[in-house]
């Protein structure tokens, strides 16, 4: 139920004092193969962090031996200095571990526009590597937590193949979606025993992070730091048929993407808008999303209030194919807009649990996308002000 | 310094019993002419109100000789019994005044979904048809008053021209941008008592939209509502220079624009966010309207944290052409952000000032836009999830 559940794998997390907590903050994976096969998908942010400039050229010829991941610090817009800093470390992880830096990658998290203190981070790798093992992978997951208040784990394992052989797939995640305040990353850290090649493993983690962590959505803000990275083993012998295996990858995301929305800082509610009906999938997505970021919304469902005005209003932003007067809303099971019009009383709506759901029915196709998110609290913003340092 | 400023126009403002408040909420603004030109802007929004549909009709001549306008409810998601409604008032007011309903607009602000009561809307246009006076402008835009807390208006007039001929621009807005709890609506009449045809007045009122009411982005919800009406009586029988009625009509919507931004809801910081440098107009608005949106950064204001971070990753979602490592950053006055890292200290940010100024330099062109937005508080999220009727 880690990143070491999957055979080939140790990990550590330990305390390089980043925090002034004192709790931990440096983690790292390694991949003790025998295959060493990795893909990675990256922030959009165009303002990117220094670790994910590195990271993207260590994952090019789709091969990492080891991560390393701090929380405590986002490293950027540090500019040069920056840059150097994450290259030093992954130079730093190399040499303890007898591996080349070009296959460390390297993930950060914490305060944006701040340089990492050098002399905590490299005595914490020292102390990190000292501390690999096979059972590591819930300290690992502990080490990189900000705002989070719960670690966040999940694994599957495969059905035996025809020699006999299953595979795993564990993962560890930080993050609270976006709403982590000031810190506002989501790294990702998955492992496989399957033997897979690098090219395999880009396209199941595209098709599996799509549906889950790119539709985990709670306050709109994009990081400049988010990382999923996906490493492969091995270990298991087992080759695995890529349907079953990206069926697996899925649900490790999911379960994963879920636990940062339901850890969301200040949420009281965890909202699952679908649209169902939809002319396409990407109609699907956008409509939900956009009902996602309404805070006007988000603010209603905070205050128990099934106001479906604000969700209406929402779906009339976007380009979807839809008749205005044929868009039917139903929250928590009530139909409370029928044809873009009143439907049922707003009385039978129960939104006193945390869990909420909404369907959007476009009633133009059978596409649907679902994107999770929370609403809009006080604490939210208590949160995200009080935050400075 | 309202509505009725220019001259050939009446007003008046009553009260309806469509508050539950039992503050006044039906007004009436009507053209003497002996001109009758007029030209609008409505909502963007899909899902447009039953009085945005009729008023796109009713506007498609060029002419309208009376505007009705109702606060305590929406007209808005309420189908084919919502337009008979719209319908209905228009032909009301049309009665009373002895006029063709098809030149009389109608704008509705309230909760969506609900039907209006009719059989207080209709005794109330006879009231404010009864009350309607050549200084009844406060009167009506007291009437238009959802959660605002101060009534807005404005006015302008021009130097004589050539024949010692002045003319006047006034007007009355409502709504607190889009902060205004489920009423989320700006409705604005503008009245001028120049000689203008409605093709001078939709060009005119298309160039004095786009830098005013169109850059004011409290919380990024569009509105089912949102009208913006301007009526030209040629009254004062001065034939205006174009640019020069631009130029006053715009200065009368900035105005009325900032009054929007400053009323709204739950917000203790005004921020002008202004992108300087960028390679065209809309790339220095979209950057800057990217800024707007961001809850995380409206937080940060709000506790009184020059959080560039914050700034810089909503910037990087954006398109428009920068080099990240080119962007500087100031906020009031201190260039925090330099050239995409670190610049001067945060401790000589003063944000203790309601106003805010934000500078983004893209350092690739020389377009700019100013978007003009507030804090997110715990007091808008009180606001927007205690409403509910």
Same mark, same amino acid.
């Given at each position: 139920m880690s990143v070491t559940t999957a055979q080939g794998f140790r990990a550590a997390g330990t305390t390089a004092g980043l925090k002034a907590s004192g709790k931990p903050d440096l983690a790292l994976v390694v991949n003790d193969g025998p295959q060493r096969s990795a893909a990675a998908v990256f922030t959009s942010n165009r303002v990117a962090a220094a670790p994910v400039?590195?990271?993207?050229?260590?994952?090019?010829?789709?091969?990492v031996d080891a991560v390393?991941?701090?929380?405590?610090?986002?490293?950027?817009?540090?500019?040069?200095?920056?840059?150097?800093?994450?290259?030093? %470390?992954?130079?730093?992880? *190399?040499?303890?571990?007898?591996? @080349?830096?070009?296959?460390? =990658?390297?993930?950060?998290?914490? $305060?944006?526009?701040?340089?990492?203190?050098?002399?905590k981070i490299l005595p914490g790798v020292e102390a990190a590597a000292a501390a690999l093992a096979s059972d590591g992978g819930a300290a690992a997951a502990?080490?990189?937590?900000?705002?989070?208040?719960?670690?966040?784990?999940?694994?599957? %394992?495969?059905?035996?193949? *025809?020699?006999?052989?299953?595979? @795993?797939?564990?993962?560890? =995640?930080?993050?609270?979606?976006? $709403?982590?305040p000031g810190l506002a990353t989501m790294l990702v850290v998955i492992t496989t025993d399957a033997e897979v090649e690098a090219e395999g493993l880009d396209a199941a983690l595209r098709d599996a992070v799509r549906p889950t962590f790119n539709r985990a959505d709670s306050d709109g803000c994009m990081s400049t730091n988010d990382t999923v990275?996906?490493?492969?083993?091995g270990a298991s012998t087992a080759i695995p048929d890529m349907d079953?295996?990206?069926?697996?990858?899925?649900?490790?995301?999911?379960?994963?993407?879920?636990a940062l929305i339901a850890d969301a800082e200040g949420a009281n509610?965890?909202?699952?808008?679908?649209?169902?009906?939809?002319d396409s999938e990407r109609d699907a997505e956008i409509v939900s999303r956009a009902v996602a970021r309404s805070n006007l919304f988000k603010c209603a469902i905070f205050g128990?209030?099934?106001?479906?005005?604000?969700?209406?209003?929402?779906?009339?932003?976007?380009?979807?194919?839809?008749?205005?007067?044929?868009?039917?809303?139903?929250?928590?099971?009530?139909?409370?807009?029928?044809?873009?019009?009143?439907?049922?009383?707003?009385?039978?709506?129960?939104l006193s649990g945390r869990e909420v759901t909404v369907e959007i029915d476009l009633r133009t196709g059978d596409a649907s996308a679902t994107i999770w998110t929370n609403d809009l609290t006080q604490a939210y913003v208590e949160e995200n002000s009080a935050y400075s340092s």
């Open positions: 400039h590195w990271s993207r050229q260590v994952l090019s010829d789709g091969r390393v991941l701090n929380s405590g610090g986002a490293n950027a817009c540090t500019g040069p200095e920056g840059f150097q800093n994450t290259h030093t %470390t992954a130079e730093k992880v *190399a040499d303890v571990l007898g591996i @080349s830096a070009t296959d460390v =990658a390297v993930c950060s998290t914490g $305060l944006i526009g701040e340089q990492l203190p050098m002399d502990a080490a990189i937590m900000t705002t989070d208040t719960v670690a966040k784990e999940a694994a599957w %394992t495969s059905a035996p193949d *025809a020699n006999g052989n299953s595979y @795993s797939i564990g993962g560890m =995640a930080k993050g609270a979606g976006m $709403l982590a990275l996906l490493l492969a083993s079953e295996f990206t069926a697996g990858l899925t649900e490790v995301c999911a379960t994963l993407a879920r509610h965890d909202i699952a808008i679908t649209t169902v009906n939809a128990n209030d099934p106001n479906w005005g604000r969700v209406l209003s929402a779906v009339g932003t976007t380009d979807a194919v839809f008749d205005p007067n044929e868009v039917n809303v139903s929250i928590n099971g009530v139909q409370i807009c029928r044809k873009g019009g009143i439907g049922d009383s707003r009385d039978l709506v129960d």
